[in-house]
């Protein structure tokens, strides 16, 4: 068995005891109102088992990280399933030092479900170990990413945090007009978090079916003479395409539920090859996602938040609130570092510009300056609470949309990085 093999499957380890710790972090906080035990008791007990479990799955991690880099002798953070994968390990060491400090074993209902959907979310990408193009092959490269990862990851934690906060203060019984604005927008947070899950769901019951569709795209190209060439691309999708590429012909297309050919054509300004299977991605992420949320809505016949916020009862907001910001604090420095400071000198070693507008570093910066901007109104205008858990669970969406929709949406020079 190669490194790499055995790297794949203490990655299967990791996700199995990151799942299994979940459980037991839910355990240990929703399971005190049955308990023989005394609550603190139990939570402790519990609490205790869970973080020696995550703690497995962080090493079963770790090992998968460091066999990979020594099997394909170059850093796994060079695709999208690599720096996926990278980022949850990422949050798991994160969330540990986190835990280390205050001790909170609701923080891990919380931390882990994120952990273990960015993990299966990395699984949905090509595992195969890809050579380095020349930009990516330099010492730069590993501490740019692994720092702009760590500080992501800091951040996923004050998203957890904050989420919890919103979760605990937001008062479901009350029908007055701002309460329900408030409901409404932590519902959508949730809702936005099972679209992650739904695409993940499609993705592997697809793959386990065996599904192919395959279109040729032609494109049309205007060489330095002016003499207009046509070049054939082939196009391979997984899921039933809804969106087809722009100017291209099936090839072969497996009929789904009565529909043999796509519903719509990407849009002539999404011309590059992958453009409309990301398109496709989107739109079945959206279609998983809502029907997804609408069967968990159908089960327990309420808002999904009023379903977690009896969980969040006993729990000191105050004490979620100063996670929120301390993760961010702690996150925001290694981010400046890793994100802008580190890459800049990446980008002029493999570029020869410090900055060049590209659409990653544009997002990077706005992420950087979104991040600015909460320490500022929290430390200068005193916006804690409510305010203060809205800016972290904002922001870490402009950060899922820099690593992902940047990648499915916009091209740039970070497109090797992309599905």
Request: with cysteine; hydrophobic share 50%.
């Amino acid at each position: 068995m190669s490194l790499v093999d055995f790297s794949s499957d203490a990655f299967i380890v990791a996700f199995f005891l990151y799942c299994f710790a979940f459980m037991f972090y839910v355990i240990s906080i929703a399971g005190k109102k049955w308990s023989n035990r005394d609550p603190l008791q139990h939570e402790k007990r519990w609490g205790r088992i869970a973080f020696i479990t995550s703690s497995l799955g962080l090493a079963s991690h770790l090992t998968f990280f460091f066999t990979r880099w020594a099997g394909s002798g170059q850093i796994p953070t060079s695709n999208m399933y690599e720096f996926m994968t990278f980022l949850g390990m990422a949050i798991m060491i994160a969330f540990t030092i986190v835990f280390a400090i205050y001790r909170k074993a609701l923080l891990g209902m919380f931390a882990l479900p994120l952990t273990v959907i960015i993990v299966a979310y990395a699984s949905v990408f090509p595992q195969e170990v890809q050579p380095l193009i020349p930009a990516l092959q330099n010492v730069w490269l590993k501490v740019h990413v692994t720092t702009a990862a760590l500080g992501e990851a800091f951040f996923a934690v004050g998203f957890a945090a904050g989420l919890m906060y919103l979760l605990r203060v937001v008062d479901y019984k009350n029908k007055s007009k701002e309460a329900r604005r408030s409901q409404f927008w932590v519902e959508f947070s949730l809702y936005s978090i099972i679209l992650i899950v739904g695409f993940i769901v499609a993705v592997f019951a697809f793959r386990g079916m065996g599904y192919e569709a395959q279109f040729i795209q032609e494109k049309s190209n205007i060489d330095s003479n002016g003499i207009e060439t046509t070049t054939s691309e082939t196009v391979d999708y997984t899921l039933p395409p809804i969106v087809k590429p722009y100017n291209s012909q099936v090839v072969k297309y497996e009929t789904f539920l009565g529909m043999n050919q796509p519903i719509f054509e990407a849009p002539y300004w999404m011309n590059g090859v992958n453009s409309g299977r990301k398109l496709n991605t989107v739109v079945w992420s959206i279609i998983a996602g809502t029907l997804l949320y609408g069967l968990l809505r159908l089960v327990f016949r309420k808002p999904l938040g009023a379903v977690i916020h009896p969980v969040m009862e006993g729990i000191d907001p105050e004490d979620l609130d100063e996670i929120s910001y301390r993760s961010i604090a702690i996150g925001f420095p290694i981010f400046t570092l890793g994100a802008l400071i580190f890459a800049m000198i990446w980008a002029n070693i493999a570029w020869g510009r410090f900055w060049g507008w590209d659409p990653k570093e544009v997002w990077a910066l706005i992420t950087w300056l979104y991040y600015s901007a909460y320490l500022h109104f929290r430390l200068s205008r005193g916006w804690q609470g409510l305010r203060s858990s809205w800016l972290a669970v904002i922001g870490f969406v402009i950060v899922l949309f820099t690593l992902i929709g940047v990648n499915l949406v916009i091209a740039g020079l970070h497109s090797y990085s992309g599905v």
